[in-house]
């Protein structure tokens, strides 16, 4: 076996995960950088398979993912990618900053607001939670509502497609899935014809059906604001618990905050892996691996395939680990094309939570924690104010 490469993980709660895992940087950035080899067709496929009657509330809902962006290898994603792109130019990612920043001050002044009246609060529903669903929704061009079932339907979703559900579970999660479904249909329906620029108008124009739309925008909408979301908790969290590089004070200044998130992107991202599988018979890292080869690539720290292993990695892998954010949105023709405004966004709410918050303390040093295949985060960041 490669040295680049590691034996399936073992997934919690399930048997043996059927994954390839690949840590080292360089391995891993050669299987996203040959797409015709490692194809992204099962990036968006259920770890769990979905039993009779989570399927069949799906297929009541009208419930279709046909292939259109993170998990499309044909040869219509390039120009499908280009429209996207569109809307998260370098140039307007800059121009959401002064309203990320204002989200931002709402958010903290209503943590601190909590904190004035109970004496503590959880940072995750407070300042976390919802600025990365505004933000997403009207760089996008589309109406800000409905806030608290997306970010259910949200994690949800998640839970659904990147964990491991028994039976009953997997119904309560279809059932939420399907509703985000309907919701999310109503929505393209009325976007296609609303006046203005917006993602699904500009979608129609190009020529996709209103299936792929919501294909699209089904994952786009979660990935979105959610995986935001959940790395601003993890970087409140690791500073709150003097674990981060940086202090809490510090943070309190742009320099500070866009230091510990670029450490978080690191060492332990909101998204730490994530799927291809091989198209043929073909060679990675000095090793033939099969056709259908199922692959879990490590963009950065995570807790699913740490530890599940023997250290067998060569030096200078273990070495490079954690020391850069070069993978952590993915590289090559299927690179995060939010990758620039979710860095933006988690610097500016940590920065004006730090300078809005200084002297809160970490309430809860063990949180319940989000444990998917390619998302973690804690699911709560309950702070208080100092004795006295």
Known sequence: MPAAMASPAEAPRASKCPYLVVRDPDSVRDVLHRP????????????????????????RAGFALPPVLASNDTGTHGGIRKVVAGFFTPATVAAMEPRIRELAREAAADAAGQLARSGHADLVQTVAAFPPAVVMLELLGLPVRDLAALKRWGLDSMELFWGWPGPERQLELASSAAEFYVWLRRLVADSVTAPGRNLFKSLAGHGLSRTEICSLGYFLLIAGQETTTQLISTTLFRLLEGAAPVGWRETASKAGAR?????VLATESSVPTWRRVTAHDTDLGGGRLPAGTEILLELSGNQITAGTEPKSAPPQEEAGRGLSTGLVFGSGIHRCLGAKLAELEAAVIIQETAAAL???????????????????????????????
């Open 259 to 263: 230091s510990v998130v670029r450490h």
């Open 358 to 388: 200084p002297g809160i303390q970490l309430r809860d040093h063990e949180p319940e924690w989000i444990r998917l295949l390619s998302f973690q985060a804690p699911r709560t960041v309950r702070v208080m104010n100092p004795p006295g």
């Open 36 to 59: 015709a080899d490692f194809s992204p067709a099962n990036a968006l496929v259920a770890v769990t398979p979905l039993e009779g009657p989570a399927l069949r509330v799906l297929q």
